[in-house]
């Protein structure tokens, strides 16, 4: 096998029939957007095969609550901080906490 592989497979026509089998209240079509949203949105197949299968488990679930599933845009897209940042914050809390009174 190569590592570049995904694994489980994306296997999106089998998971729509075997949510159209067990929750025929559910719109396939809905689904089927549904999962194409959650994937452009970075979740994985594997995510999205568990979070189908918790939701077909539930009697109260709706195919638009996998979108609950993704994270947070702006986390995504921040920055962490440069190392010395902490550094900095550490030095002024240091300088604040040594800083003699002025009455």
């Not at 993704?70 to 906490?97: M, N, V």
């Amino acid at each position: 096998m190569t590592d570049d592989l995904e694994l489980p497979r994306p296997a999106t026509m089998q998971l729509l029939t075997l949510a159209a089998v067990a929750r025929p209240d559910w719109s396939t079509d809905q689904l089927r957007d549904v999962l194409a949203q959650a994937r452009n949105g970075g979740m994985t197949f594997g995510r999205a095969l568990v979070s189908v299968a918790q939701m077909i488990a539930d009697p109260m679930a709706e195919p638009p609550d996998l979108l609950s599933e993704l994270p947070d845009p702006w986390r995504h897209r921040r920055r962490p901080p440069e190392p010395e940042t902490a550094h900095r914050g550490a030095a002024a809390a240091r300088a604040a906490l040594h800083r003699p009174d002025t009455d």
